[in-house]
T-cell receptor
Framework: NAGVTQTPKFRILKIGQSMTLQCAQD?????MYWYRQDPGMGLKLIYY???????DKGEVPNGYNVSRSTTEDFPLRLELAAPSQTSVYFC????????????FGPGTRLTVT | GDSVTQMEGPVTLSEEAFLTINCTYT??????LFWYVQYPGEGLQLLLK?????DKGSNKGFEATYRKETTSFHLEKGSVQVSDSAVYFC??????????????FGKGTKLSVKP
């Protein structure tokens, strides 16, 4: 049981490049989330999904896209990387929405230069 | 809107000292409250939670009590260890925001415990 896995661990992008951050969970959780963590700040929600085929915007969705074709996978796409997207990205999952533990992946540290 | 405010860090303590990290929140209705811990180089892990007023969450010697009258959820530990060095995040999940359950986080408090 691997929990929530994320790849890659680190990535450096040039401005304007695109990439996909991968996230997978093996706990059969319906709810999945993408957060970003900026230095000295708490995590902010980018996108979330309540089940396969259903996604919605969070607090800071601009510059990102997601898809959820399976219960296990929830990739995050950056289309035109900008320096403002330099951050640490965490994927999380939970069995239901409210009042339950979210399980976090180890994070992807992204630098855009 | 909903928000979480926690004490600024970093906090540096000697081993066996008493720890308090303050956390207050603003939310409509009755949120659930959480403390998450992030060890260096890792993702966040749930430390403890409370889902209604006067509930006390506890785990690994840490405790926090959900105080609705003061809108607070302060984290305490009687005797910290070097292994407790980490960043601690207070968070809430508010049903009025919808059932998706996304967490609203404080900025985090870095704790360093010296031997």
């Amino acid at each position: 049981n691997a929990g929530v896995t994320q790849t890659p661990k680190f990535r450096i992008l040039k401005i304007g490049q695109s990439m996909t951050l991968q996230c997978a969970q093996d706990m059969n959780h319906n709810y999945m989330y993408w957060y970003r963590q900026d230095p000295g700040m708490g995590l902010k929600l980018i996108y979330y999904s309540v089940g396969a085929g259903i996604t919605d915007k969070g607090e800071v969705p601009n510059g990102y896209n997601v898809s959820r074709s399976t219960t296990e996978d929830f990739p995050l796409r950056l289309e035109l990387a900008a320096p403002s997207q330099t951050s640490v990205y965490f994927c999380a999952s939970s069995s239901k929405g409210l009042a339950v533990e979210q399980y976090f992946g180890p994070g992807t540290r992204l630098t855009v230069t | 809107g909903d928000s979480v405010t926690q004490m600024e860090g970093p906090v540096t303590l000697s081993e066996e000292a008493f720890l308090t990290i303050n956390c207050t929140y603003t939310a409509t209705g009755y949120p659930s409250l959480f403390w998450y811990v992030q060890y260096p180089g890792e993702g966040l892990q749930l430390l403890l939670k409370a889902t209604k007023a006067d509930d006390k969450g506890s785990n690994k010697g840490f405790e926090a009590t959900y105080r609705k009258e003061t809108t607070s959820f302060h984290l305490e530990k009687g005797s910290v260890q070097v292994s407790d060095s980490a960043v601690y995040f207070c968070a809430l999940s508010a049903p009025e925001r919808g059932s998706q359950g996304n967490l609203i986080f404080g900025k985090g408090t870095k704790l360093s415990v010296k031997p």
